[in-house]
């Protein structure tokens, strides 16, 4: 029997409210409050949110919070 390791695929990468509240500077509870009004999607699993990487590199791109590349750094890809 052959088994092949799966790569995990960034996009579906989560980050918790305080991975979120880290990159855009922000209190958890500010996150969880643009998860709950529709503004940031993202999905409680268990009993805490999580956040797509590639929803909140979207999110960042609609709104413009993102400013420069190395606000992305580390945390969300930047496909410029």
Do not use: E, W
Request: hydrophobic share 35%.
């Amino acid at each position: 029997m052959q088994t092949t390791a799966t790569i995990p695929d960034p996009d579906l990468t989560t980050l918790t409210l305080d991975d979120v509240g880290r990159i855009l500077h922000l209190h958890p509870r500010t996150v969880r409050l643009l998860i709950r009004s529709g503004k940031l999607p993202g999905c409680r699993v268990g009993g805490s949110y999580r956040v797509l990487r590639q929803d909140l590199a979207d999110f960042l791109r609609r709104s413009n919070l993102a400013t420069s590349p190395s606000d992305l750094s580390g945390a969300v890809d930047d496909p410029r």
